[in-house]
């Protein structure tokens, strides 16, 4: 019995001994992992702070404007019931490539609208259209594929257009206004660079 107690003893001791070792190398193995952790958590905001985010280019400032020629259109009844207008472009710092124009307009009193192309596109392209509604008008037309863009002031296109004119007398004046969707495609530009689209104002005169 004397004998068997320092064995128990130094087993427990050695058992001990051992836990604890199993114990510290626990640990050890924990610390390496959050150390291993840490440092990619840091490696990563660093590859975040490097990163250069490029900016987004300012798009072109509208510039563009399209006024019909003349502005304003007297009629009486000496004047030919057959008008022709000029719609002008002046772009302007814009380069175009192609232009969308809605036009709006009483059709008791202007009959047999029409549009073509003036000389400021060259070789214009004209693009389909859906059939308009009763006093509306749509024209696209674009510069040729592969064409540069063009820029300057110069006659887009020319409306010509019949006015009844006992209608016009009633109604004193009316107008041929360019609708919202009325469009100017500028060069490498995703939104219209149109910055104003004046209305062509038509009164009968005694």
Partial sequence: MENSSPNLLTKIKLNFLSHKTYYEGGVVVILLILIVCLFFISHSNKISINHTVMPTPTPQSRQTLIYFSPPNLAVNAQSSSTEKLNLVIQTNDNSIYGADIELNYDPNIITNLQIAPGS???????????????????????????????????????????????????????????????????????????????????????
């Fill in 120 to 206: 400021f596109i060259p070789k214009v392209e004209n693009l389909p259209t859906a059939k308009p509604k009763p006093g509306t008008l749509s024209y696209i037309m674009v510069v040729p594929f592969k064409a540069k863009p063009v820029r300057g002031t110069g006659i887009l296109a020319q409306v010509s257009f019949t006015i009844n004119k006992s209608a016009l007398q009633r109604a004193k004046s009316t107008q041929i206004s360019f609708l919202p969707a009325t469009s100017i495609s500028g060069f490498n530009q995703k939104y219209s660079v149109l910055n104003v689209a004046l209305s062509e104002h038509i009164t009968y005169s005694q």
